[in-house]
């Protein structure tokens, strides 16, 4: 199983440095703003004249070329890129899979150890990152983030890839995704109007949320999304009513299909009993649909459903497919219509601490797509073009946070390592239970690992970061802490308590760091504040 199918980095240390430095010298090689270098503009960005793909084609910028897929005259490339580019797939497919304890398992593909005691991401040292940028600090692999990228078009060709936004957004991860030729899938006006202004295309945009306010709507309305997707039956006219005259929108009806799947109660968007989508059980679904037919101004193009977070098999995604299917069918049968696409969400789940599962992403492209043809056929419907909206699977694995330790405090059998950061820059622990794995970097020592809980700083005990994890025995304050899988759904759901400030986000990328989203300043959080 080669690394640029998964959704989790889990290939060999030895194939690490290989893999990702070939990956770069084609298919990235972008220079330290970001922009791409002539050579891959050349290999992964569409002519300027060509206008970019609408959100029902099949995003190519960005795509790995391989031996199977040679370059068109319209897409000239040099033999040199051409032969990299190769290689990069050759390597790709001889990976071997790691051994489920390897330490930099669940590392960004460029992690690799200087001497005994420092890590480097990207070719820098962690330990320089915090000496200059400060801790708490949020590191972003920009490599990593391009490569699973192309991973997942590689898996699902022919099918629309949008990054789910509410992962981590930012105006430089808006720029690889879109590089890169992923679409975006955003829950708010505020998510919307950042991608816009930092240059996405807005017919590549997928607009969701089961609550969508006024403002979300005349903002997706005023901009173009290409798809809203319709999430509740009172939706369907107040959206209708916003559309001017003479215009239609595309939109599709989420669909609950009544899977439970993922990885935590509070993330299971599948089932009748939480607050997203339609019901497939009790009819809502079907008569929503009815209703946005009868509606002038709205085009219904498809279904969608998300059946959660944090899935790490591929099961529930067949048994979705056959029950939309179903639906497909129903529609079709009672409507005379077919419906041309087919959205699954995303949720695919990655591994947080060594040796713990993922979902297989080459093995859930194939399936997904033999189930959608095979019951397709049996129910005499053409196949719909399918979309995914992978998040977490993009952004987790490619950030570290970087903590200082503030206090080691002894308590009867328990040893509690409070650090400069907490639950108001990941309050997944609190939420979901999450556990994960930091690591002692900058110090060497000899001490032998003990359990300890790493906690936050805020006034809060259920601010835990890291519950009985094994750290040196003589861990102490000033010591530094590094915690992988860290890109996804921690600045996002970031909050203000006791008003420390956010942490700020570096990139890095070919031995150069940079500041991508500075630090949350006292200044800046009085500025808010207006006073008596």
Known sequence: MSHSTLPQTTHQTSHRTTDRTTDRATDRATDRTGAPSPATAVASAPPAATPPPSA??????????????????????????????????????????????????????????LGRDDLAVGGVPLTEVADRFGTPAYVLDEAEVRHRCRAYLRAFPGADVFYAAKAFLCRAMVHWVREEGLGLDVCSAGELELAVTSGFPPARIVLHGNAKSPADLRAALRLGVGRIVIDSTSEIARLAAAIPAGSRQKVLIRVVPGIAAGGHA????????????????????????????????????????????????????????????????????????????????????????????????????????????????????????????????????????????????????????????????NPRPALYGVRYAPRLIGRRTSAAPEPVTVVGRHCEAGDVLAADVRLPGDIRPGDLLAVPVAGAYH???????????????????????????????LADIQERDIGL
């Open 56 to 113: 029902n084609e099949h995003p190519s910028a960005g795509r790995l070329l391989s031996a199977k897929e040679p370059p068109s005259a319209d897409k000239p490339l040099s033999s040199a890129v051409e032969l990299l580019s190769t290689a990069d797939e050759l390597l790709s497919t001889a990976e071997v899979p790691p051994s489920a304890d390897e330490p930099l398992s669940i590392w960004p593909g460029s992690a690799a150890p």
């Open 266 to 425: 509070k993330i299971r968007t599948g089932t009748d009993d939480q607050k997203f989508g339609l019901s497939l059980a009790d009819g809502s679904a079907q008569h929503a649909i009815a209703r946005a037919l009868s509606q002038p101004r709205l085009e219904l193009v498809g279904l969608h459903c998300h059946l959660g977070s944090q899935i790490t098999t591929v099961k529930p995604y067949l048994s979705a497919v056959r029950r939309l299917i179903g639906l497909l069918a129903r529609i079709h049968e009672q409507h005379g219509i077919t419906l041309p696409e087919l959205d699954l969400g995303g949720g695919h789940g990655v591994a947080y601490r060594p040796g713990e599962p993922t979902l297989d992403l080459a093995s859930l492209g194939d399936r997904i797509r033999a189930e959608l043809a095979g019951g397709c056929a049996a129910a005499g419907l053409p196949v719909p073009r399918l979309a995914i909206e992978p998040g977490r699977a993009i952004a987790g694995p490619a950030g570290v946070v970087l903590y200082r330790v503030l206090s080691v405090k002894r308590t009867g059998a328990h040893t509690f390592v409070a650090v400069d950061g907490g639950m108001s820059d």
């Open 491 to 521: 600045l996002s759901m970031a909050s203000g308590y006791n008003l420390v400030g956010r942490p700020p986000v570096i990139a890095v990328a070919e031995g150069h760091a940079r500041l991508l989203v500075r630090r949350e300043s």
